[in-house]
């Protein structure tokens, strides 16, 4: 999985746009996934963020998914689940102070931000905590439904 993980991040342009046209398509057919409820449909779409997420970025299933704004890298393969930056104990060479083996995930996340349009801006921003109890659902879901709050409270 490590070696998906980096060949993401150097292709995160790519995988980026595609990832945009992805949430753009879901807002376009969120009126019937919300006739459909969301509930009924989150297994389908659980199963297949694990297996999409999982194979290109190694992805935890947080259910928060901060992808776009870490260079296509996910924080969460950080051993110590930090989401707003190293921790201060990346070794010289920009490997995991917890495993030396692995190159630090926010050293990827840099190296993929620099590919992505203002990717190294959107890693400045503050990401909010990882609310745990979102944990193993699907990031594309709750987000759509972030999305239809938002555009109701309006």
Known sequence: ??????WSMR???VLNYIYNLLERFLV????????IKYKRIQPVFVVSEKVIKGFLFDCKMCGQCVLSSTGMVCPMNCPKELRNGPCGG?????NCEVIP????????AH?????LPNGIEKMREISVPVDFTKKGQS???NKLETITNNVGKR
């Open 1 to 6: 999985m490590y070696k998906m993980r980096e």
């Open 101 to 108: 083996d692995m190159k630090c995930v926010w050293v990827l």
């Open 11 to 13: 292709h995160a342009r």
């Open 139 to 141: 990031a594309w879901l």
């Open 90 to 94: 990346v070794l010289q060479n920009g």
């Open 28 to 35: 376009l057919i969120n009126p019937i996934l919300l006739r």
């Open 111 to 115: 190296e993929g931000a620099t590919k």
